[in-house]
């Protein structure tokens, strides 16, 4: 009997508005749109970042009634470090945002995307 492996997950964060979800991705987070509902206003899309692929799903305003009731994803990054001093310099960063070691044995920084989803990046110590 063989075994299955999982390969990959590609996460469907929910978002107000794709078009400008996916911009914020490519121009404050460093990713390229992979894929996109066809015309000017898509409800699907996705994007890529090196191994990483998020995939952007439309809904409609009446589901965002509690703004921090939102999907948190953790993501593995070799060089946390590089990546926390690129994207400070893409507004992207909250007051309370930093860099930090944490007691449970991992270096991280979190923010939360243009649709209140957390992403936080993170290495092993």
Known sequence: M???????????????????????????????????DAGDDPKYGGVTRDSIEIHLQWHDEKEWE??????????????????????????????????KDTVWGTREFGIYDIGSNGLIFYRNL
Do not use: M, W
């Open 2 to 36: 063989s075994t299955s492996h999982l390969q990959q997950i590609h996460p469907v964060l929910p978002v107000k508005n794709v078009t400008e979800a996916l911009a914020y991705y490519v121009d404050r987070l460093g990713f390229s749109v992979a894929f996109k």
């Open 66 to 99: 509690i703004d921090l009731d939102r999907p948190l994803l953790r993501i593995y990054v070799e060089n946390v470090d590089a990546l926390f001093h690129e994207l400070k310099e893409k507004d992207v960063f909250h007051s309370n945002t930093c860099l």
